[in-house]
């Protein structure tokens, strides 16, 4: 059975040392991904491989707890995670900066689903909302980018 992948990108006005401060700030990732809630740091250290995380996840109506763990820690162009909970899976965001000050984001989720084929039905069904749902997130989080990079040397773009 293969992974249900979800893709988005974006272009964030801002540097990308402002977008990876906002991704790897991580109690505060709900101001961006509002599917989120109650994000706890259970690791000892909070930057690099390894980081763990537990989060809340709410989406259509359906709510797990997302147990995570970070795999790739290449700052400021590469954060990857490995998705440990009941839907398991990996996440993958990538940065790439611009001579403009502004930054390309591309997202990409793996996902496994629980329950086997019923599980792996249910989440294709939920596809389409969660595009929408990764999309919101990257429109929030430019809005965030953009107001930070005020304060940033050079300032906004």
């Known amino acids: 059975m293969k992974p249900v992948a979800v893709e988005t990108a974006g272009e964030l006005l801002g ?24 994000i706890v740091v259970t690791s000892q250290h ?35 995670l490995v998705h440990e909970g009941w839907v398991r899976g990996r996440g993958d965001i990538r940065l790439g900066p611009r001579p403009d000050a502004t930054t390309q984001m591309d997202w990409r989720e793996e996902l496994w689903p629980p329950w086997g084929i019923v599980g792996a039905v249910g989440l294709r069904l939920f596809t389409p909302l969660l595009r929408r749902t990764f999309r919101r997130d990257v429109e929030i989080l430019g809005r965030l980018v953009r107001e930070r990079s005020r304060d940033y040397p050079g300032g906004t773009v």
């Open 15 to 38: 540097p990308v040392e402002v977008v990876w401060e906002l991704l790897t700030d991580w109690e505060r990732q709900t101001e961006w991904q509002r599917e989120m809630s109650n």
């Open 46 to 80: 909070r930057e690099g491989v390894g980081v763990e995380a537990r989060a809340t996840v709410r989406i259509g109506g359906i709510s797990t707890t997302d147990l995570v763990r970070v795999d790739v820690w290449e700052p400021p162009t590469h954060l990857g």
